[in-house]
C-alpha cells in the first residue's frame, strides 16, 4: 500500500483523468478474468444443450402407398401424424397442436384438441380455438425401395399432395 | 487417585456431554434467556428479545413459518421418496405402484410430499398477501419483498418440475403445455423450451433434467434464499411493526435522532452487559459489540418496556407454528390419497387436461392466447409485483393489517388476488372436455 502511494506522488505531473500503466494493467486484468468467469457461465449453457437427441427421428418410413387405399384417414400415434388418402392424393398431416403442443384427435368436422378446445377442418385450418396457426403438412416422397417416407423437417404448403 | 478420577469421569460423562453440546442449562433468569439465545445455533438466527407486536398471532399469522416448515416437510419426505424413485419413462410410473403396494408407508409419503407442495404453493400465496396488506414491504423492506417473489416463483417451478415425475398422464401432459408455453417467449423461447426439455418433445432427457432441477438445483437455491431472506428481516429491523408498537420503549424527550449517529462502543463486557441495559435505570446506553448496525433500527432504544424474551415467547409460538402445519399435513396425508393416473399415452392427452390447480389460472387464460396468457401478462404482473416497493414509497399505514392510508394499495393488490383466484375457479369447477365451458351443478 505504501509503495502505491509513493510510486503515485513520485509522478507529480499525473492528473485523475490519465490512466497510469497501473490503472490499465488492473482495467485489463479485471476484464480478462472477469470476461472468462462469465465466458464460463455460458459454456455451461452450452453443456446442457444437447448435440443430440434420443427421441423420434424427423424421417421415417410409414409403409407401402398400398397400405393406405383411397378414403383413408389414419392417424398414426407414434409419428404423430395423420395419413389421409383420398384417389391418388396422399397428404401427411400433422397432429400436434400449434397452440400448446397436444395431441388433437380426429372428429367429425376435421380436428379437435382436447386441452384448451382448438378446432381444425379436415385440411388442418383453424376453425376455432386459440391456435395461432393451420397444422402443419409434412412432406411425402417415395423411398427406392417402394415405402412412402415422411419429413418432418420439411413442411410443405397445405394442399401440396403426393401422387401416389 | 487415577482410579477415582477414571470413576468421577464416568459418573460425570452424562452431564459433561450435556454442557458440552448446550452451553447453558435451561434458563431461569434473564440472563440466562438471552444467553440461550445467542449461543446456540439454530437460536440465534433469533433476536434475543423481540418487539411484542412482532407474535401477536394475528399480525403474520405464522404464513412464513408454515411455509418454511412446508419446505422442511418436503426435504425430508423428498429424500426419503429418493430411496425408490428411478427417473426412467421406463421404471418412473412402476415405481409409484411400489410405493403404493410394496413399501412402508410409500403412499402416506408421497401423500405428505404432495399436499405439503400443495400447501407450501397457498402458504407462499397467503404470505405474500399478509405481507402486502400491512404494508410491510415498504422501506427499508423493498429487497426482502424481491427475495420473496423469486421464492414464490421458485416455489411454483419446484413444483412444476415435481410433477413430471410420475409419469403418469397428468404429468406427461402438463408439462408439455408448460414446456409449450414457455416456447411462445419472444426470441428466447424455443431456446428455453429446448433446453428445458432436452429433446423435440417431453421423452426421457426431459424427466431426467425435471428430477435433477426438482431434487438438487431448486432445493439447493431456494435453501440459499431463504437463508437470506430470514437474515434480512433481522438486518432490515424484524418485522414490520407500527410506529406506536416502538414509541412507548422510548424515553421521554428522547427522540430516534437523538441516538447517537456514530455508535457509541464500550469494550464488549461479556453478557453481563446486555443485563445491565435492560435495567431501564441507566441513563446512557452503553453497549458491547454484537454486531454494528446502522440506522435507526438498533434494538438498544426500544428493550426495556415493550419487547419481551424470545426464549420461551417467541420459540414457543414458533413450535407451535410447526406443530400445527405438521398436524395439517399428516391429516391431509391420511385423509386423501396423491392422485395418480394412467400411465403416460403419448398419443392420447386426457379430456379435458387439466394442469394442478395453482396453474389452472394460467391455462384458463393461455386458451384465450398462448403468448398473451402464458408469457405477455404473468411476466408483467410478476415485473409489476418485483417493483411494488420501489413505485409505492409512501410511509404511512406501516405494520397495519387494511390501514386506512394504504387504501389505493390495497384496493389494487385485492382485485388482483381475486381475479387471479377467479381465473383458477372458472379453469377448475367450469372447464370440462375440449375446454368447453361447462356448469359444475
Known amino acids: ?164 | 487417585m487415577a482410579k477415582k478420577s477414571y470413576f468421577s469421569a464416568l459418573t460425570e460423562l452424562p452431564a459433561n456431554l450435556w454442557h458440552s453440546i448446550f452451553r447453558n442449562p435451561l434458563p431461569s433468569s434473564d440472563l440466562g434467556r438471552s444467553q440461550t439465545s445467542f449461543t446456540n445455533f439454530f437460536l440465534h438466527i433469533h433476536p434475543v428479545k423481540v418487539n411484542k407486536h412482532t407474535i401477536k398471532p394475528w399480525f403474520t399469522m405464522g404464513l412464513g413459518l408454515i411455509t418454511f416448515f412446508l419446505f422442511v416437510i418436503l426435504i425430508v419426505t423428498g429424500v426419503l421418496l429418493m430411496f425408490y424413485y428411478v427417473p426412467s419413462t421406463e421404471q418412473a410410473y412402476n415405481r409409484m405402484l411400489d410405493l403404493r403396494s410394496s413399501v412402508a408407508f410409500g403412499t402416506f409419503l408421497r401423500n405428505m410430499h404432495r399436499w405439503a407442495a400443495h400447501g407450501m404453493v397457498a402458504a407462499v400465496f397467503l404470505h405474500m398477501c399478509r405481507v402486502f396488506f400491512t404494508g410491510s414491504y415498504k422501506k427499508p423492506r423493498e429487497f426482502n419483498w424481491v427475495l420473496g417473489i423469486v421464492l414464490f416463483l421458485l416455489t411454483l417451478f419446484s413444483s412444476f418440475t415435481g410433477y413430471l415425475l410420475p409419469w403418469d398422464q397428468l404429468a406427461f401432459w402438463a408439462i408439455t403445455v408448460g414446456a409449450a408455453i414457455a416456447g411462445y417467449a419472444p426470441l428466447v423461447g424455443k431456446e428455453i423450451q429446448f433446453l428445458l426439455l432436452g429433446d423435440t418433445s417431453v421423452g426421457q432427457e426431459a424427466l431426467l433434467r425435471f428430477y435433477v432441477l426438482h431434487i438438487a438445483v431448486l432445493p439447493l437455491v431456494m435453501t440459499m434464499l431463504i437463508a437470506v431472506h430470514f437474515w434480512r428481516i433481522r438486518k432490515d429491523g424484524g418485522l414490520s411493526r407500527p410506529e406506536e408498537a416502538d414509541a412507548a420503549s422510548q424515553p421521554p424527550g428522547e427522540s430516534l435522532e437523538a441516538w447517537p449517529t456514530e455508535l457509541d462502543v464500550a469494550p464488549a463486557q461479556s453478557a453481563v452487559a446486555v443485563q445491565t441495559v435492560a435495567a431501564p435505570a441507566i441513563e446512557k446506553k452503553r453497549y458491547g459489540i454484537q454486531g454494528l448496525v446502522r440506522g435507526p433500527f438498533t434494538k438498544v432504544g426500544n428493550v426495556p418496556e415493550n419487547s419481551v424474551f424470545s426464549w420461551p415467547n417467541l420459540f414457543m409460538a414458533e413450535l407451535f407454528v410447526f406443530v400445527l402445519t405438521l398436524a395439517g399435513v399428516l391429516v391431509m396425508s391420511l385423509l386423501f390419497n396423491a392422485p395418480l393416473e394412467e400411465p403416460v399415452n403419448i398419443a392420447h392427452p386426457p379430456n379435458p387436461a387439466k394442469a394442478p390447480w395453482y396453474f389452472l389460472g394460467l391455462q384458463e387464460m393461455v386458451s384465450y392466447s398462448a403468448f398473451w396468457g402464458g408469457v405477455g401478462i404473468p411476466t408483467l404482473e410478476v415485473l409489476i409485483l418485483l417493483l411494488v416497493p420501489y413505485l409505492d414509497r409512501g410511509t404511512k399505514g406501516v405494520g397495519k393489517w387494511f390501514a386506512k392510508e394504504r387504501l389505493l394499495a390495497n384496493t389494487l393488490f385485492l382485485t388482483f388476488v381475486i381475479v387471479n383466484i377467479g381465473l383458477i375457479i372458472i379453469g377448475t369447477f367450469f372447464r370440462g372436455p375440449n375446454w368447453a365451458f361447462v356448469s359444475p351443478w
Open chain 1, 1 to 164: 500500500m505504501a509503495v502505491a502511494k509513493k510510486a503515485h506522488t513520485s509522478e507529480p505531473e499525473q492528473t485523475e483523468g490519465q490512466i497510469t500503466r497501473r490503472r490499465m494493467l488492473n482495467w485489463l486484468s479485471s476484464v480478462g478474468l472477469f470476461g472468462s468467469a462469465i465466458v464460463s457461465v455460458f459454456s455451461n449453457l452450452v453443456f446442457i444443450k444437447p448435440r443430440a437427441t434420443y427421441g423420434q427421428p424427423n424421417r421415417f418410413s410409414i409403409g407401402k402407398p398400398e397400405d393406405f387405399p383411397s378414403g383413408t384417414r389414419i392417424t398414426l400415434s407414434e409419428q404423430n401424424i395423420c395419413v389421409v388418402r383420398e384417389g391418388e392424393k396422399l397428404c401427411a398431416i400433422s397432429t400436434v397442436c400449434t397452440h400448446l403442443g397436444c395431441i388433437v384427435s380426429t372428429s367429425e368436422t376435421g380436428f379437435a384438441c382436447p386441452c384448451h378446445g382448438s378446432r381444425y377442418d379436415q385440411d388442418g385450418n383453424v376453425t376455432g380455438g386459440p391456435a395461432p396457426k393451420a397444422l402443419p403438412w409434412y412432406k411425402v416422397t417415395l423411398a427406392p425401395n417402394g415405402e412412402l417416407e415422411v419429413d418432418k423437417g420439411e413442411e410443405v404448403a397445405a394442399g401440396t399432395y403426393f401422387n401416389a
